[in-house]
């Protein structure tokens, strides 16, 4: 003989009952990732003491503002050049062969070596101590790798 | 090289013939761009607003998608010239939008502009993006339109004219920026909308989006817009070339696969088992993403489907067991719960005997819960006492089909109906009841030259574009159709040799109809001799024919009857077993096909094996080792009765509101109230619940695995998406613990074990199993040991011993009257947003924006009478109860017949205070439609029950398809073709970049 009825007693879980068990429920995960949650506190302390955890802190607690102040100043054309160098310069170095760039560093590192070497010595080569190094193997190897290069790079120049 | 074959690149290929070039490669796997042909339902080569899929045709440029593949045809998909076309049509693209994927919540790897423009490998704007001058219009409650986003590709304009058409939204190609417009351009919620979500569901980019998806897809889609704007401002600026853009954008969709997970589910309202994939977030969920490959609904929802699922994260899910304890309910453990209900369930069984519990089962609920249940109460209880839903509504349909082809199922499945050259709906409102089944017969009604008749009281939307809408005389459905079968007979335009080879009892048949001439018809329907005669004609000039009925047919004290007179119009004309043909009981619930099926019926075991064949009782003893009763057990409607009478004495009901959806539920409610012991499990605090013993908490289709069988007796599997919400569990568990706990040893993990052993005793689901219905497979039943399943049945033979269908005379019952006071007639049933008596469709804010509460629909004639406006506060009084309700005046209804909608959970205004306990002679389902009313005049005046922004007071646009035409004739619009030809690419490559 049961009427219809509305009325739902709910287990009056008190704030604190409702504490309890999330406590325990942290405790529990807590004790199971122990290793990995001691590593972490000593990370996290050496992060305060050099004080990047206030920085990290000063930062989320602004982050609209400072999103806002980020952008206005990398939405301006001198940050656009930038930007768009840093890829130009980045895809420039995707297209160089490493084994080519080695060796022409290399040699660049060498003649650096030799060029200073002659600094300070302060020689001064006249018109036919040129045209004689010329036919220097070494430099005439020089020479003519960088004429190729100018070649290539007029054409580069021209296909766009 | 054969002749018969197209050369593709060099290479040539066999092709299907009729198909275009761009399926054509489809299938061969080349990639060919077409953003408006990425959703095949809407068709490949319909739209033609994208030009991406440009390519040569023995040396001309051609669309892929509009040009048919031919014998000897030369295709190229690579030269130079082609990517020059596809890199201009992308180009024209991204005009119109902005490709700042990274921080765009369509960025999940499935966007078509991206996936576009990737392949293209598109470097930079060709054009420069131009915002369109209109706001974004964020008005309806579940999605958005940003008009800046979008590539006018009209996919949304196509799936709303001629796939669900609705026929709400179009593009404007004729102002100087077009873009899609709502009706005669009005804010979408404004607009005659339906929210099916179609256009949402095929936008290939952002530009209509889900609101939930907005701000939660993506890992920086949330960030505020005075931010957002000049980052996206800077990525334009400093734009290297879209690759790096892509690429990070890429990075960032495959970074969401952690964070979004995607689950296949069946929808959890009406019969036509939709299935798609849930999104979710957490417990959030993201979206519903349909995809063309589900078996039933392709890309296809309504608005329950797509946006009804906010009851699964309510806060009034019921979370923990109650036990009532005076005067109210107090929380309980599960084991206190189970300990006190097997505690009390063998005292009263001890007490009183095994028939004086009951047990209702869900039709909301999996096969698996369903089976698990007859289950228990044969085994554990041993009472054949269970019931279903399907008693308030298709078995009388169920027996019409079982007396004369054999099965109580759909004849085929939506294929069928579509296919139709006719389609016959009696008593039934698809467009609103089974919305996407209703599409199929719309889209074919539109575009494909399907006839379509619709019988019904009320003018609804199917009734509206029918090619005859004829509404008798309520309860009169058996009249005209035996007299028009009678007339087809005597007209000699009856399928003799089909008659001849395959059905009985066709000269008994002739001799019961003999009463049933043409102007007995006109005198008891109401509808004359000559529109009896014309739709003879009509059907007798069809070579297919579809029969649709619902409750309008089944919920009569003659509701099996008339259903047998369908079936026996379907077997004189020979529509059955041959496509396109069949009879079609359009089924309520998601799972009130497999309720029935997996044997939650007091005559049927699982399969429809009857309880009291020997033989079978033997197979399930066996394997259940234990007796089984032999006597069928009381259906609903006689639990009831029989509780009233003090037979029994305990109930378990689970996930059923049998206090709001019964008939006559006065009578109902002093029934439970008599009840010793009752339990009832559910998602929610049901008004069943209030008379509860004991409430368990149970878990919805998104917290659990199972199948549904869809009203084609298509079985589809769901996936658990969530872990049940507090202690709540899944219906399986809560049935294998009390059974347990009542000394039963059961032990299913998982519930493809209780589909395995289901498939291993009835023969109907032989070959059914959860391997076999991965990802979007699925079985339509009977299903053989091999898995081979029936998608159309009766094609050899029909299910009786000689295989042969049985014409089944019938008689006219007239209808239930309660007197001569009572002046009009109820009508009642369902509309379109909300389901059942709501209690998972208020929960959603968007849906009750929409509908808030239900109404009374009154012909303008009566309120005119009556002096009542849209608004007024009527009270119905029938000689069981009264109710009250707001009118809406509309002429959806005539003269004194109203309609008024099931979907409330105020008891006040529920339908079925009114409703009597009389019921189908044959079945006992309740004869809902037949009730006469007084109604009384409360307030005259009063705020409507229908706010304006309802999609009944929209103003839909009708055309045919997105009218690229109106696109091609814009003074500015060169063709592609002609573009590359003045840009000279006519000899050799191009020396272009990309």
Redesign the interface.
Known sequence: MAKAIKQIDRKIRTPEDRRTEELNDILSSLAEQKESLLQLLEIIEELRKSGVLDMIQGVLATRHKLGLLAMEELDKPTVHDLVKSGIGAFNFLTKIDPAQLDRILNGMSEGLKHSSEQLDKDEKIGVWGMMKSVKDPAVNRSLSTFIHFLEGMGSGLKAK | MADDKITINGDSYSFNEGETILETVRNLEVYVPGICSTQPDLGIGVIQTCDTCYVEVNGEMKRACATKSAPGMQVNTQSGKVKEAQHEAMSRILENHELYCTVCDNNNGNCEVHNAAEYLEIEHQEYDFRPKPYPQDNSHPFYRYEPDQCILCGMCVEACQDLQVSEVLSIDWEREIPRVIWDNDVPIDESSCVSCGHCVSVCPCNALMEKSMLGEAGYMTA??N??LE??I??TK??E?GYR?ILTISNIEATMREDRIKRTKTVCTYCGVGCSFEVWTKGRHILKIQPDEKAPVNGISTCVKGKFGWDYVNSEERLT?P?I??G?????ATWEEALTLMAEKMKDLQKTYGNDSIGFIASSKCSNEENYLFQKLARTVFGTNNIDNCSRYCQTPASTGLMRTVGIGGDAGTIKDIESSELVLVVGANPAESHPVLATRIKRAHKLFDQKLLVFDLRENELAHRADMFISPKPGTDLVWLNAITKYIIDKDWHDKDFIEKRVNHFPEFVESLSQYTLEYAEEKTGLSKELLIKVANIIHEAKSMCALWAMGVTQHIGGTDTSTAISNLLLVTGNYGKPGTGGYPLRGHNNVQGASDFGTMPNYLPGYESIEDDAIRAKYEKAWGTKLPKEPGYNNHEVVEAIQDGKVKAMYLFGEEM?LVDSNINYV?TA????DF?VVQDVF?S?TA????LVLPAAPSLEKDGTFTNTERRIQRFHKVFEPLGQAKADWEIFQDLANKMGADWNYQHPGEIMEEAASLAPVFAGVSYERLEGWKSQVWPVQHDGTDTPLLYEEEFAFEDGKANLFPVKWSPPYHPGEEYDLHLNNGRILEHFHEGNMTYQSEGITHKVPEPWLEVSPQLAEKRGIKTGSLVRLKSPYGEAEVRVWVTDQVKGNELYFPMHTMVEQSAVNRLTSSYHDTVTHTPNYKEMHVKMEVIEFRGPSPIPDHNHRFGNPQPQAGVEVERKWSRPEFTTIAEFIKRKGFDHGESDQAN
Do not use: C, Y
């Open positions: 960030i505020p005075d931010v000049p980052m401002n800077l600026e400093v290297p790096e923990t109650l009532r304890k005067e109210k309910f107090v929380e206090g409610h439970f109230e008599k009840l009752f605090f008004k209030q008379f509860a013993d």
